[in-house]
């Protein structure tokens, strides 16, 4: 766009745009400096517990630690096999869609199946039970693993 069609009042309105823009970036800036400043003093003052609430301090140190530890690796992994993971299930879940949709027969089928798992938390509905039910208590002969079906903690 030409700069000698824009009106005197379009340059004003555009230039305050970016000054409130800039101010409102430069205001988070420094609400974010000011909290983290209060939460390190109040906890170096022992006003707050930082065992519970930790400190910006302590949490910067286990991060530099964990950086010099392979946390880019892990940081990789997990964002591969996250988006492995939302790829999978949005294809699997595209496919039965239209299948659902072209099949009417299957649709009725399924309908109430398909209400109750949507019904249900969605952490009930993972494949493993490795983990469910682990027990601090391990000398039941379980090794600590304990589901809703077998649990040798009787």
């Not at 939302?86 to 399924?110: H, N, P, Q």
């Not at 993972?126 to 903690?153: A, E, I, K, P």
Request: hydrophobic share 40%; glycine share 6%.
């Amino acid at each position: 766009m030409n700069k000698r069609l824009i009106s005197k009042e379009r340059k004003q309105y555009l230039k305050n745009k970016r000054w409130r823009q800039y101010r409102i970036w430069l205001t988070q800036i420094i609400v974010l400096v000011g909290f983290l400043a209060i939460w390190e003093i109040l906890a170096n003052q022992k006003i707050i517990d930082s065992f519970i609430t930790s400190q910006p301090s302590r949490i910067w140190e286990t991060f530099t630690n964990l950086s010099s530890n392979d946390l880019m690796k892990h940081i990789g992994v997990t964002v591969y096999e996250t988006v492995v993971g939302f790829l999978l299930g949005t294809g699997l879940g595209i496919i039965i869609a239209i299948i659902l949709w072209w099949s009417d027969f299957l649709s009725k089928v399924a309908e109430p199946y398909l209400v109750v798992l949507n019904s249900l938390p969605k952490v009930a509905l993972r494949t493993s039970h490795y983990y469910l039910g682990r027990s601090r208590n391990t000398s039941y002969n379980c090794n600590g693993n304990c589901n809703f079906f077998n649990c040798n903690n009787s």
